[in-house]
Each structure stands twice: as C-alpha cells, then as structure tokens.
C-alpha cells in the first residue's frame, strides 16, 4: 500500500515537474533569439518545416515544446508565409503569436499572374498591403529600363510574372528592380539577334509578346500566333487584335463592339498599322519564346474557335468560312 502511495505521489510529482517545464519552455524561456533574426517562410511550408526553421536559425530553443504548444493551441495550420524579422529574447509564445498574427512580417510572398498590366500589378501589390496601387501605378507606367539595346518608353511589359518575396515597405524602385531583374533573365540569351532578324528591337518583340499573352490560350499555339502577326506586319496590314482595343479602352469590356473598334488611340491595331508603341501587358516566359521563335505558316487570320484553340486561315474567304462556322 505504502509503495502504491510513493508510486502515486512520484507520478503526481513528474506530472507537476512536466507542466512546470513546458510552462517555462513557452511563456518563461526568453533566452532566444540571442539578436534579431531574420527568416524567410517559404510558400507551401507545413509547420513542421517553419518549428525546423526556427530552431535551426536559434529562434526558439526548444522545437518540441513549441511544436506541442502549437498543437494544443491550434494553431499549427494558422502560419502565414513570407520573411519575419524576430527581435532578441521572445519566449516562444510571443514567437508563434507573431507568425499567426502576420506582426512580425516584414515581406510578404506575392504572385503577379501572367498577362496582367502594369496597372493590375500595382492593384495586386495594394492588395498585399504593400503601399499605395496609384503610386505604383505612376512609376510603372513613367519609369524605363534599356533591354535589348533599347530604352523602352516605360515598363509595361518588363515587369515580369512570377512569384516574390516583396518587402512590405518596398519602394516602386525596389519592386521595378526586382521585377526588371527577373525579366531579363528570362530574356533569350540571343534576343538582340532574333529581333533583328525580324526588323524589331527587343521591346518590340516583347511588344508582340504581349499580344500573344493575351490572345493566346493554349501554348501550343503561341509560336503560330506569332508567325501571324510577323506575316502580317511583313505585309503592311493591320494586326487587327482585340485585345489592343481592350487596352486603350478607359474600363473593361467582355465584348469588344463595332464602337469600340473605332476608339481614337495608338494602341488600336485596327486602325494603326504596326505594333502598339508599347506592350499590352507582362508577358510570361511561354509568350516570350513564342515571339522570339515564331512558328513558320502562311497564316495571315484566326479566330477563336472554343476549347482553347483557334481556327487559322490564309485568306479572307477562309477567315470568314470560320468566322461563319465558329462565331455562330
């Protein structure tokens, strides 16, 4: 009986001593980070991988505790992503209170989809809580780099789709740089050659680039789009693509109208021969090889056709058989 009663109290004792431990490992232990420290949460990590991180980096000392707390909180699923800067001698409770809360961010992952406009960018990055979409908007769209040789006339077009981590505080300087930098690594290493073999500069080519994002669905049909463009500019004739209504329309329109075509802008290939004097969009890697390297036809039309693919013809008679057929 004795024995049982020792047993008991030992139990209770361990009992106590665990809760007095893990207590002090969550709410008591300040001891670390030792100085500020910085950690950059990838997309997609589970919070196993961020508790790894955090006691790799010496953030926490203890990535059971933190790991069990977590758990017992609930708030193992709640971690944002992006890069958080830790000041020295959090317990922690203080640390994981941080990453829920998003407090301690100071940049944030963001992904700027293919085909969107300077514009659409600047809105995204307002949506991030990353200052303010008209002041990105303004630089954008005033700003230039050299590409190719060449100074463009702003960055439309060269601000390139991916995903970043973008510092929250970032200037439209630091962004464009980031943006810019990227752009030009997805560049063709031969670009200079490939744009003077068409006649073009390489912003021109990234100008046709952009119509190719955004009229083109599938990307086995890129490069022939391509092709119909080069073929019709070599003759002289208008490149006659919607979406380059649409981008010098004021608001959006789903369906662009016989009234629409008629809008007085350089960007209405209906109505101007040539390339827009700028591109019409961001476009994507895809889009960029497709101009670069256009696929050889005697295409001069398309149309779309549904499923995400186009019907091409050499003729006007042809593009009408289709538009008769497709268009109904």
């Not at 990453?99 to 307002?126: C, D, N």
Request: glycine content about 8%.
């Amino acid at each position: 009986m004795r024995a049982l009663k020792v047993l008991v109290a030992l139990i209770a004792l361990a009992i106590v001593a665990g809760a007095g431990w893990f207590a002090y490992a969550i709410w008591g232990d300040a001891s670390h980070p030792e100085t500020t420290k910085d950690l950059i949460v990838a997309r997609g990590s589970t919070f196993h991988d961020i508790a790894s991180q955090l006691a790799g980096a010496g953030i926490i000392r203890n990535e059971t505790a933190f790991r069990l707390y977590a758990k017992l909180a609930q708030a193992d699923t709640t971690a944002h992503a992006g890069e958080f800067r830790f000041s020295p001698h959090q317990t922690p409770a203080q640390v994981l209170a941080q990453l829920q809360s998003g407090g301690a961010q100071v940049a944030k992952w963001v992904t700027i989809p293919e085909g969107y406009t300077a514009k659409q960018i600047a809105q995204r990055l307002q949506d991030e809580g990353i200052g303010s979409a008209q002041t990105f908007s303004q630089a954008f769209l005033h700003d230039s780099a050299v590409i190719g040789g060449t100074r463009t006339k702003n960055l439309e077009g060269f601000l390139f789709p991916s995903t970043y981590l973008i510092p929250n505080d970032a200037s439209p300087k630091t962004v464009e740089d980031i943006l810019t930098a990227q752009f030009r690594k997805e560049l063709p290493k031969d670009a200079v050659q490939k744009a003077r073999a068409h006649g073009l500069t390489v912003p021109q080519v990234v100008t046709l680039a952009s119509l190719i994002e955004r009229e083109a669905k599938a990307d086995d049909e890129r490069a022939l789009m391509a092709g119909v463009y080069y073929n019709r500019l070599r003759l002289g004739m208008p490149l006659e693509v919607d979406a380059t209504i649409e981008y010098a329309l004021p608001e959006h329109h789903d369906v662009i109208t016989y009234g629409d075509l008629k809008t007085d802008s350089p960007y209405n290939s209906y109505l101007h021969q040539g390339l827009p004097p700028t591109p019409i969009a961001n476009p994507g890697e895809p889009s960029l090889q497709a101009a670069f390297n256009p696929k050889p036809s005697p295409y001069l039309y398309y149309v779309y056709k549904g499923n995400g693919h186009h019907a091409f013809a050499r003729t006007l008679a042809e593009q009408n058989a289709n538009i008769a057929k497709y268009l109904k």
